[in-house]
C-alpha cells in the first residue's frame, strides 16, 4: 500500500478500536439506547467517509498508463495531479488523480472512468437515495431529511436539477425494456388506460396574478398531465347482479364469498405533460411489446372524455373500448338527484333499478326511460338539463357500454387503476400545499415518480448509470455497482 495511505489507515484503526470501546466500556453503560444508537450512527458515518477517502487516494495512487482519446490516436502525456470533489452519502470528500494533457488534443483522467464518476459533484448513490425521496415528498422536505439524517446541506435548487438530469433516460429504459412471458392463467386479457390530471404551473413570466379572484377562478394555471397505464390481467367472471351489489355496497350474508380479485401484471405507469397524441403513442409501442400468443383478449378503459376515446381509437383499432362503469353510474346518480333529491329514501332503489339495466346490456331501455321523464311537463330546467346530459353521455358512448358481454368474458370494466394513479402518481405529489411547477421540473418528478411506481426502481438506476457512463467516457460501464457499494463488500 502506498506511504501517503498509512496515516489513514492508522487513523481508521484507532477510529474503530475507540469504537469497540465506546461501546463495550463504562461510558455506554449509563446511557439510554437512544443515545448510543445515534452516537454510532454519527461516528459510523464519519468511519463512511474515511474508508471512502481511502479507497480513493488508494486507487488514485497508481499511476496508469497513458490513454489515448480515440483508439487510433496518439498517446496523451502525463500533465500533473488534479483534484476532484465528491459529495457521497458520507459526506463531501476530495482527492487527486493523475491528469494526461497534450496541446490540441485535450486532456483526462483515466480513472473517472475506472470510477465511473459522475459528471458533477454528488454521488451516484446519493443522488439515488434523494430523487427516490424527492418523488415522494416535497423538495424541502428532503433537503430536510438530508440534513437531519447525513448531516448533508443542500439548497433546493440543486435538489431539482438532480431530478432533471437523473430522469432524462426514463423514456429509453422504457423503449429497450424487454417484457417477461406472462402464463396465460395470470394474465390474458392485455389492458390499456388513460386519463388527465391538471398540474399547477408557475405564473408565466411577465404575466400578474389578479388581485382578487373571480367567481370560480383559480389562482394559478394547470396544465394536463395525461396518464397512462398498461398491464395484463386474468379473466374475472361476474354477474350483474354481483357488480350491482359491490357499486352499491350492498353485502348480503347469504351471498357466497366473492372470488379474490386477480392483480393486474407488470403493470406501467406513465404521465406527461407533452399532450394526449404523444401519450397515447407511447402507451401503444409499449402495449406492442406486450403481444403474444397467450393473450385472448385486449381492453381499452375510458372514463368517457371524448379527446381520449379518440385517440385510443386511432391507436389501439383493434381494442375493445370499455366506458368505465363507476363514470356511467355517476351520471344516473346526478338525474337520482335532480329528480328527488340527495336525501330522498327511493333514491337508491331508482339508481339501482337502471344501474342493474346497464350492466345487463340494456343501456338503450334506461335513455329511453329517462328521456321519457325529461318530457313530463312537471318537469324543471334543471331537472330536464340534468336528464338531457344523462341521455347526451350515454348514447355518445353506447358502443362502449355492452356491460354483459364484457363480464361474461372477465373483462375489467373499471378505470380503478388509472384512476388511482391520477391521484397517486400525480395529486399526491404535485399538488400539495402552494406547490407551482415548471414543465421540465414537473415533467423530471412525473418521470421518475413514475418508475417508482411501476416497481423498476433499481432496474432504471442500472441502466441510467451504464448510460450516463457510455456518455462521459464513450464506453460501457465497467463499474455495474456503485463506489460506496465497493467499499461496503470490501469491509464485509
Given at each position: 500500500m502506498a506511504s501517503n495511505t498509512e496515516p489513514?489507515?492508522?487513523?481508521?484503526?484507532?477510529?474503530?478500536?475507540?469504537?469497540?470501546?465506546?461501546?463495550?466500556?463504562?461510558?455506554?453503560?449509563?446511557?439510554?439506547?437512544?443515545?448510543?444508537?445515534?452516537?454510532?450512527?454519527?461516528?459510523v458515518l464519519a468511519l463512511g467517509a474515511a474508508l471512502l477517502q481511502l479507497f480513493f487516494v488508494s486507487r488514485a495512487a497508481v499511476r496508469p498508463e497513458a490513454p489515448r482519446l480515440t483508439p487510433d490516436g496518439p498517446e496523451l502525456p502525463y500533465h500533473d495531479q488534479r483534484p476532484v470533489s465528491y459529495y457521497s452519502v458520507f459526506g463531501k470528500l476530495s482527492f487527486e488523480r493523475h491528469y494526461f494533457y497534450a496541446a490540441g488534443a485535450g486532456g483526462c483522467c483515466p480513472l473517472d472512468a475506472e470510477l465511473s464518476l459522475p459528471a458533477g459533484c454528488y454521488s451516484d448513490l446519493l443522488r439515488e437515495w434523494l430523487d427516490y425521496d424527492g418523488t415522494d415528498g416535497a423538495y424541502r422536505e428532503t433537503a430536510s431529511t438530508a440534513l437531519r439524517i447525513l448531516g448533508l446541506k443542500l439548497s433546493i435548487q440543486a435538489l431539482e436539477t438532480m431530478m432533471q438530469a437523473d430522469a432524462g433516460d426514463v423514456t429509453a429504459f422504457y423503449d429497450q425494456l424487454a417484457e417477461p412471458p406472462v402464463p396465460p392463467a395470470v394474465g390474458s386479457i392485455l389492458v390499456v388506460q388513460a386519463d388527465g390530471k391538471g398540474v399547477p404551473m408557475v405564473q408565466p413570466r411577465g404575466e400578474s396574478p389578479p388581485l382578487r379572484l373571480g367567481k370560480g377562478q383559480k389562482r394559478g394555471k394547470k396544465k394536463e398531465a395525461v396518464v397512462t397505464s398498461v398491464y395484463t390481467v386474468a379473466p374475472y367472471g361476474r354477474t350483474p347482479q354481483e357488480v350491482l351489489s359491490a357499486l352499491l355496497r350492498e353485502v348480503r350474508a347469504s351471498e357466497p364469498e366473492p372470488a379474490r380479485r386477480p392483480q393486474p401484471v407488470n403493470k406501467e405507469l406513465h404521465a406527461t405533460l407533452d399532450g394526449k397524441e404523444l401519450a397515447i403513442s407511447r402507451l401503444q409501442e409499449?402495449?406492442?411489446?406486450?403481444?403474444?400468443?397467450?393473450?385472448?383478449?385486449?381492453?381499452?378503459?375510458?372514463?368517457?372524455?371524448?379527446a381520449l376515446q379518440q385517440q385510443l381509437q386511432h391507436h389501439f383499432?383493434?381494442?375493445?373500448?370499455?366506458?368505465?362503469?363507476?363514470?356511467?353510474?355517476?351520471?344516473?346518480?346526478?338525474?337520482?338527484?335532480?329528480?328527488?333529491?340527495?336525501?330522498?329514501?327511493?333514491?337508491?332503489?331508482?339508481?339501482?333499478?337502471?344501474?342493474?339495466?346497464?350492466?345487463?346490456?340494456?343501456?338503450?331501455?334506461?335513455?329511453?326511460?329517462?328521456?321519457?321523464?325529461?318530457?313530463?311537463?312537471?318537469?324543471?330546467?334543471?331537472?330536464?338539463?340534468?336528464?338531457?346530459?344523462?341521455?347526451?353521455?350515454?348514447?355518445?358512448?353506447?358502443?362502449?357500454?355492452?356491460?354483459?358481454?364484457?363480464?361474461?368474458?372477465?373483462?375489467?370494466?373499471?378505470?380503478?387503476?388509472?384512476?388511482?394513479?391520477?391521484?397517486?402518481?400525480?395529486?399526491?405529489?404535485?399538488?400539495?400545499?402552494?406547490?407551482?411547477?415548471?414543465?421540465?421540473?414537473?415533467q423530471a418528478v412525473l418521470d421518475l415518480r413514475g418508475v417508482r411506481l411501476s416497481g423498476d426502481w433499481d432496474a432504471y438506476w442500472q441502466f441510467h448509470r451504464n448510460q450516463q457512463h457510455a456518455r462521459l467516457y464513450g464506453t460501457a460501464s465497467s463499474a455495474p455497482v456503485t463506489v460506496e457499494l465497493q467499499v461496503l463488500q470490501l469491509a464485509a
Open positions: 489513514i489507515v492508522q487513523q481508521l484503526q484507532q477510529d474503530f478500536q475507540a469504537l469497540l470501546g465506546y461501546v463495550t466500556g463504562p461510558e455506554a453503560q449509563t446511557q439510554s439506547a437512544y443515545s448510543v444508537e445515534l452516537t454510532l450512527f454519527r461516528r409499449r402495449a406492442a411489446r406486450r403481444e403474444g400468443p397467450e393473450l385472448q383478449d385486449r381492453v381499452a378503459l375510458s372514463d368517457g372524455a371524448e383499432p383493434h381494442y375493445s373500448l370499455v366506458l368505465d362503469i363507476i363514470h356511467a353510474s355517476e351520471y344516473l346518480w346526478d338525474s337520482a338527484n335532480a329528480l328527488l333529491g340527495e336525501k330522498h329514501p327511493q333514491r337508491t332503489a331508482w339508481v339501482r333499478s337502471r344501474l342493474g339495466q346497464l350492466l345487463q346490456g340494456d343501456t338503450e331501455a334506461v335513455i329511453a326511460d329517462l328521456a321519457e321523464l325529461a318530457n313530463e311537463p312537471r318537469r324543471s330546467a334543471v331537472q330536464i338539463e340534468t336528464l338531457h346530459k344523462t341521455i347526451g353521455y350515454y348514447r355518445r358512448n353506447l358502443p362502449y357500454m355492452r356491460y354483459d358481454h364484457y363480464l361474461a368474458r372477465g373483462w375489467p370494466i373499471g378505470t380503478g387503476v388509472i384512476e388511482g394513479a391520477c391521484g397517486h402518481l400525480v395529486k399526491d405529489r404535485m399538488e400539495q400545499g402552494g406547490m407551482r411547477w415548471t414543465k421540465d421540473g414537473a
